[in-house]
């Protein structure tokens, strides 16, 4: 109990760290573009997060989010996504947009790269173990495959990894990944949208709380899924 203890706040550290590190560079961009009317309002930190979330800023991130998970990237884009539901932002459905975009991009430079496996073992929760139960996958089902992906646990890189080396045809591979992780998108959004009735309040006036504590389920079900492949 004591290590795995320790190893939920090391591995929530990491986390909570690296999402902050993403988010930063296109925080300041927004900040600096509407610094005379953030500092005039002086918005709350809801006020001001559901504000970036209807910025450009926002919709680069969301495709820059999507494209570096399909190739070294180790959180999930919906895991953003999900958040934003809950916000009082105009047209959420076009984020998906924006999702479907990166992941394009970061397919296509994930099978065009073809990082040494070396090196894709090198990047967080990623296992070995992963790699062989995808070739599996992609052996017994060709690359319908890919469709595992969502609720796996396995990181789409390790799916892009794979698909060069089987032969696909890469676009139509596309195609099908595309369609795989907006499945998941699609039934978490149907359970979020029957909910916002009831949580939206609640959350707009927690949001700050509800992303830790989505950050420290997100950790867990990462130490979940390391037990399993590692």
């Known amino acids: 109990m004591v290590d795995y203890l320790f190893g939920l706040i090391g591995n929530f550290l990491l986390v909570f760290g690296s999402i902050s590190a993403f988010f930063i560079p296109f925080v300041l961009i927004f900040w600096w573009r509407h610094r005379r009317a953030i500092a005039a309002k002086k918005p ?42 809950f916000m009082k932002v105009r047209h959420k459905f076009d984020l998906l947009k924006f999702d479907i975009i990166g992941t394009v991009i970061g397919t296509v430079i994930g099978i065009l790269w073809h990082a040494p496996t070396e090196f894709l073992l090198k990047l967080p929760f990623v296992y070995q173990d992963m790699l062989d139960q995808v070739h599996t ?28 080396d089987f032969g696909f045809f890469i676009p139509f591979f596309i195609v ?55």
């Open 44 to 85: 709350s930190f809801n006020q001001f997060a559901e504000q970036f979330f209807m910025s450009k800023e926002s919709n680069v991130l969301i495709a820059s989010w999507a494209a570096a998970e399909a190739f070294i990237w180790f959180v999930l884009p919906e895991f953003l996504l999900f958040l934003v539901i």
């Open 137 to 164: 996958w992609f052996s017994e089902w060709g690359m319908w495959g890919v469709f595992f992906q969502p609720f796996s646990g396995v990181p789409f890189k390790v799916f892009n990894h794979q698909a060069l």
């Open 176 to 230: 099908l990944a595309v369609l795989a992780r907006m499945l998941r998108y699609f039934v978490a959004y149907e359970i979020t949208r029957a909910l916002f009735p009831f949580l939206h309040s609640f959350v707009r006036k927690h949001y700050g709380i509800l992303f830790i504590l989505a950050v420290l389920i997100f950790t867990m079900l990462l130490m979940r899924v390391s037990q399993i492949y590692a």
